[in-house]
């Protein structure tokens, strides 16, 4: 994984609704290392890091330095990197880097990988890339790679769904 990789774990941690383990498994699909293992403990234990990294885009959306860099320092405090390297897994080498000792739980883990990964996107997107849906039903935060930065919606279905909405509001009003 690399930095983009760990900053698509935060995002995603931060918009799930992390219910049960089945919901903290759907948040980790990319990383199945990760998802195959999390237990009841693990969702305990990044529901508060989840918390933790929708304050940190919260602050991000608002243009709050202070907040932001209050927040990520406490989430890399929290969830220091403790770097290993490996070889592979399943009989492949392929050399990488692991966040944490991929003895401890997953939460462990996947808490330093979000905490690197937002501090990273911070550093090379500043406060200008991130955003919040806005669908009023929605509340999803996204990071805004469109060229002009125009990005208002976190999907095209929330968009479609809110472009739709007021269409037929006009022309009830026509």
């Not at 998802?35 to 234990?45: E, F, I, K, N, Q």
């Not at 959306?61 to 969830?79: G, I, K, Q, S």
Request: proline share 4%.
């Amino acid at each position: 994984m690399d930095n983009a990789d760990y900053l698509d774990v935060a995002v995603r941690l931060a918009n799930a609704d992390l219910t049960d383990v089945s919901t903290l498994q759907e948040a980790l699909y990319a990383e199945p290392w990760w998802a195959g293992r999390v237990t009841a403990h693990d969702l305990v234990c990044l529901r508060t890091v989840a918390t933790s990294l929708r304050a940190v885009l919260a602050a991000a959306v608002a243009r709050d330095v202070a907040a932001v860099e209050n927040a990520v320092n406490t989430l890399l405090e929290n969830h220091p990197l403790r770097p290993r390297l490996s070889s592979g897994h399943d009989d492949e080498p392929n050399w990488h880097i692991h966040v944490a000792d991929t003895a401890q739980p997953p939460a462990t883990e996947v808490a330093a990988a979000a905490a690197w990964g937002i501090a990273q996107g911070i550093v090379r997107l500043g406060l200008d890339r991130w955003g919040q849906c806005a669908d009023p039903t929605c509340g999803t935060y996204f990071v805004d790679t469109s060229t002009n930065k125009a990005k208002r919606f976190c999907s095209a279905r929330c968009a479609n769904r809110v472009h739709v909405a007021a269409h037929r509001s006009r022309q009830r009003g026509a």
